[in-house]
């Protein structure tokens, strides 16, 4: 059984520039969720993609824009960069809420990224 | 609107030693579901307990468990026999069938084991 795996590890970006950030869920999930870790935060919820389709939205601009894919494999898309959007970007998995309810979430171990 | 608030950023504690960790949550649900998670230097968030609000029994999963109180809306975490590899940034977590799996995080406690 494969765990969440997420790349880059690391990215460097320009204010202005465009990010694609990727996510791989673990096998059997269906679902996935991306978070925003600022530095001594906690996670705050972006979206969350369940069968290929958006089920739910954090307080995020529509410049934060994802996908997900048949292998439920799912892209978090960042326009326009801002310095505030330096982050940890953490992406998990898990099995989608309408067929558990409300399920653990299993965690990669993040992006970190950097806007200059 | 649900919050999730951990009013010790830091905590430290003898290795084998106790420790306990607090949380408390706002929300208006009655079905909802609270976490612990530990956020080591590699990053990865791991889950270490899991609580359901209709369960009145407090969770345990070897030297982890929980106080959950309900009325209070208070949900700490205490780690028997500590270990150097619990030193970690430790989440607490909330979550509700109503918002599926979307989570609120407080801002986390940082623990440090002491040998």
């Known amino acids: 059984e494969t765990g969440v795996t997420q790349s880059p590890t690391h990215l460097i970006k320009t204010r202005g520039q465009q990010v694609t950030l990727r996510c791989s869920s673990q096998?059997?999930?269906?679902?996935v969720s991306w978070y925003q870790q600022a530095l001594g935060q906690g996670p705050q919820f972006i979206f969350q993609?369940?069968?290929?389709?958006?089920?739910g939205r954090g307080n995020f601009p529509p410049r934060f824009s994802g996908l997900q894919f048949p292998n439920y494999s799912s892209e978090l898309n960042v326009n326009a960069l801002e310095l505030d959007d330096s982050a940890l970007y953490l992406c998990a998995s898990s099995l989608g809420p309408r067929e558990t309810g409300i399920e653990k979430l299993f965690f990669g171990s993040g992006t970190q990224l950097s806007v200059l | 609107a649900q919050t999730v608030t951990q009013s010790q950023p830091e905590m430290s504690v003898q290795e084998a030693e106790t420790v306990t960790l607090s949380c408390t949550y706002d929300?208006?649900?009655?079905?909802?579901?609270l976490f612990w998670y530990k956020q080591p230097p590699s990053r990865q968030m791991i889950l270490v307990i899991r609580?359901?609000?209709?369960?009145?029994q407090n969770a345990t999963e070897n030297r982890f468990s929980v106080n959950f109180q309900k009325a209070a809306k208070s949900f700490s975490l205490k780690i028997s026999d500590s270990q150097l590899g619990d030193a970690a940034m430790y989440f607490c977590a909330y979550g509700t069938p109503n918002t599926g799996n979307q989570f609120y995080f407080g801002t986390g406690t940082s623990l440090t084991v002491i040998p």
């Open positions: 929300t208006s649900e009655s079905d909802y579901y």
């Open positions: 993609y369940y069968r290929e389709e958006e089920n």
């Open positions: 096998s059997g999930h269906n679902t």
């Open positions: 609580q359901e609000a209709y369960k009145q």
